[in-house]
Each structure stands twice: as structure tokens, then as C-alpha cells.
């Protein structure tokens, strides 16, 4: 039962241009998300967070939107940069745990 | 410097044999978690701890084990019983916020499983 879904296994943008990640989840208990950003052979880093209370947070190019009522969030980075190119993954947390989606694949092409 | 560090990196087992994964921290975090990464999938919960001498288990804890004997460390033991443990292993830890997990966890690099 995945209650955390990214559907685009993979997305491709050109550099400079606005990258748009989606995830949506199903449980309406999660009250904090986060991206992670994850390189070939490395772990996951944290990237950015919202609270269940805000519908957007933003950290320079990131910004990070929340939909409730769709239970939908969306990560986007502008201007991308060829050094965005990695897998993102889409988080959700109530009080016991913390769920993950499966990943987007973000290139960047010069 | 500060981190989370697990070894090995890369492991292969034959069927039937246990095999045990480190993780240690120097973070002074409370919270200590594992999670399995297979293609197509999210990161899945195996076994958490939130404190020295106690542990939860996650969504797939069967044929797994975990210990808890010190904060810094959190071993991995994959058992045979364990029916696909090929996969990609990710200990992660954090400080502990009360009772809830609502802040970011800081992961290791690793290690990957194959079973031959």
C-alpha cells in the first residue's frame, strides 16, 4: 500500500528552465513532507520541508508547494542547473513514521 | 566530521547464510533507522529505534533483525528467512522530536546486498 506515489519515474528539462516534480499521497494523517535528493552510490540529503499548516515553503531555487485538499505537493527548482540532475524523492510523516514515494529521475541537459 | 557511516558498502551471501550491516553515527542523534530501496519503489521501512535498549519494527520487518546495545551503532542482521533480501540498505538517523519523526533524517551511502 503506497501512500506516498510519484508518478513520473523520470523527467528531462533543459537548463534554465523551470523542473516541476509531483507527488501525491493518500493518508490526510501526514503533517510534514520533505524532498530528499539522492546521487548514484550516495544516500539521500535532505532538500527542503513544508508543514501540513503552510501551502509553500521556499529555499533559493526550490520551492516547494502543498495542495491539502488535493494531497498533492510538487518540488520546483528554477533555474535548473545541470547539477540538479539526480533522483528525487517525495517524504510524508505523521507521529510514528516517515513514507516514501518511489523517485524522479530529474536530467538536466545543458 | 559528522556522519553516518556503513559498511560494507557492497556484499554478496549465499542463500541460507545470515549477514549482519553496521551503521554508525557521531551525530548524538536519538533516532536511528533502517530502510530497504528496490527499483520502482520508495524507501521502505524495516526496523527504527528512538532509543538505546528499544525498537519498533517498520512495514517489513520480517527476517530481519536489529540491536540496539549503544546510540551510536544500529546493526542490520539479514536472516535466512528473509525471502528476497537482495536490495540497497539505507540506515538513516535523527534527533528525536518528542515522540514524532517530523524532521529530517540524514542517511549513510549504503550498502548493497546480493544474494548469489
Known amino acids: 500500500d503506497q501512500q506516498v506515489k510519484q508518478n513520473s519515474p523520470s523527467l528531462s528539462v533543459q537548463e534554465g528552465r523551470i523542473s516541476i516534480l509531483n507527488c501525491d499521497y493518500t493518508?490526510?494523517?501526514?503533517?510534514?513532507f520533505l524532498w530528499y535528493k539522492k546521487y548514484p552510490a550516495e544516500g539521500p540529503t535532505f532538500l527542503i520541508s513544508?508543514?501540513?499548516?503552510?501551502d509553500k515553503n521556499e529555499d533559493g531555487r526550490f520551492t516547494v508547494f502543498l495542495n491539502k485538499s488535493a494531497k498533492h505537493l510538487s518540488l520546483h527548482i528554477v533555474p535548473s542547473q545541470p547539477g540538479d540532475s539526480a533522483v528525487y524523492f517525495c517524504?510524508?510523516?505523521?507521529?510514528?513514521?516517515?513514507?516514501f514515494g518511489a523517485g524522479t529521475r530529474l536530467t538536466v541537459k545543458p | 566530521d559528522g556522519g553516518i557511516t556503513q559498511s560494507p558498502k557492497y556484499l554478496f551471501r549465499k542463500e541460507g547464510q545470515n549477514v549482519t550491516l553496521s551503521c554508525e553515527q557521531n551525530?548524538?542523534?536519538?533516532?536511528m533507522y533502517w530502510y530497504r530501496q528496490d527499483p520502482g519503489q520508495g524507501l521502505r521501512l524495516i526496523y527504527y529505534?528512538?532509543?538505546?535498549?528499544?525498537?519498533q519494527k517498520g512495514d517489513i520487518a520480517e527476517g530481519y533483525s536489529v540491536s540496539r546495545e549503544k546510540k551510536e551503532s544500529f546493526p542490520l542482521t539479514v536472516t535466512s528467512a528473509q525471502k528476497n533480501p537482495t536490495a540497497f540498505y539505507l540506515c538513516?538517523?535523527?534527533?528525536?522530536?518528542?515522540?514524532?519523526?517530523?524532521?529530517?533524517?540524514?542517511f549513510g551511502e549504503g550498502s548493497r546486498l546480493t544474494v548469489l
Open positions: 538513516a538517523s535523527s534527533p528525536n522530536l518528542g515522540t514524532s519523526i517530523t524532521g529530517e533524517l540524514f
Open positions: 493518508n490526510s494523517m501526514f503533517d510534514y
Open positions: 513544508i508543514s501540513s499548516i503552510k
Open positions: 517524504a510524508a510523516s505523521d507521529n510514528n513514521d516517515m513514507r
Open positions: 551525530l548524538n542523534h536519538d533516532a
Open positions: 529505534s528512538q532509543i538505546v535498549n528499544d525498537f
